[in-house]
């Protein structure tokens, strides 16, 4: 059993910064890999970060890299995303997702992670 409270959303000029958490409980959360999706209004979920469960590899779009850092807290059940210069279209829902891991992969499809959260709302006004 794993659980996934996010938290951190809310609404911001373009350009600014924010940071989400995603709390985490359960036995072997530092076992799963990790990941941030993303899903504005009538698109699809699409993945925005991806990390190890040791926090020591990470994977990101190119659309989001150098734009936001994804990071982990084992001792703290909490793994981050920092973002940085938001723009409008970075409005959406942000999801925590999490999937047992083993040896690193990235997984980049929503059907590959076992476990999500309710999500929390960014909003990026121009």
């Known amino acids: 059993q794993v659980q996934l409270v996010e938290s951190g959303g809310g609404l911001v000029q373009a350009g600014g910064s924010l940071r989400l958490s995603c709390a985490a409980s359960?036995?072997?959360?530092?076992?799963?890999?990790m990941a941030w999706f993303r899903q504005a209004p009538g698109k699809e979920r699409e993945l925005v970060a991806a990390?190890?469960?040791?926090?020591?590899?990470?994977y990101q779009p190119d659309s989001v890299k150098g734009r936001s850092t994804v990071s982990r807290d084992n001792a703290k059940n909490t793994v981050y995303l920092q973002m940085n210069s938001l723009k409008p279209e970075d409005t959406a829902v942000y999801y925590c997702?999490?999937?047992?891991?083993?040896?690193?992969?990235?997984?980049?499809?929503?059907?590959?992670?076992?476990?999500w959260g309710q999500g929390t709302q960014v909003t990026v006004s121009s």
């Open positions: 359960g036995r072997t959360f530092s076992r799963y890999d």
């Open positions: 990390i190890s469960w040791r926090g020591s590899s990470t």
């Open positions: 997702a999490a999937t047992y891991g083993s040896s690193w992969s990235p997984r980049i499809l929503e059907y590959e992670y076992d476990y």
